[in-house]
């Protein structure tokens, strides 16, 4: 008889664990149900650093960049949840990854800059058809150390012909200062909160063929810089 007991008080525990189990998920079930959803963009597959967000990634069979409902509690206000925060050609949007961007993970937009931003790699702001050239631009060479990124230059050059005769012309007009000084100057005058005044460098856009033609100016004759009036 006490084994009979035994037995049915073993089966009422464990009808016990198991109706409180299948009520758990149930409850759980009704509440996620039940819960706010919000849509998200994510990765398909990891992007890595430096990458630009283009209006393909979102196209075809197979896109880079998804939707994905996650739990609106969940969620935070850096999270994209529209391709036009990302990529909007009649605003003037175009983000770049300035850190990697993990598959299946909703895009933050912390890992997230502008183009244009100062976190972006210079290449990545050139236009098509376009390079960075660098070249020698100090003191009154180049306006006494008031060009600004931005701004755009006259180059001036001086030729002497075999009969000592000085010529002088300008060999390019209107080529946009990209960068002032270089590089590691750049970093410490945005650390610092400062704004570079004095430069022995200047960077330029302009096509692989102007890039040769500058080199050879550089090289064998006199040059100086005409700084243009800003257009208003």
Known sequence: MKKVYLIAVIVAIIAGVATYMFA???????????AEMVTVLVPAADIEKNVEITADMFEGDNPQIVTKEILAADAT????????ELVDDANDVHMITVDKLYANEPINKNR???????????????????VAYSFDAASVKSVDGYIS???????LVSKTD??????TEIAYKGL???????????????QNGTKITTYNTLTVEVTKKQSLKLYEIENKYEYKL??????K
């Open 24 to 34: 758990t998920e149930i409850n759980s079930k009704t509440k996620f149900k039940d």
């Open 77 to 84: 206000d850096n999270y994209v949840k529209a391709q036009t």
């Open 112 to 130: 997230l800059e502008d183009k244009n931003g100062d976190d972006v790699a210079l290449s990545l702001k050139l236009p098509k058809g376009k």
């Open 149 to 155: 990124e931005g701004d755009t230059v006259d180059v």
């Open 162 to 167: 075999d009969q000592g005769k000085v010529k």
């Open 176 to 190: 946009k200062i990209l960068r002032v000084s270089t590089n590691a100057d750049n970093s410490t005058a945005s």
């Open 226 to 231: 005409i700084l243009n009036p800003r257009q």
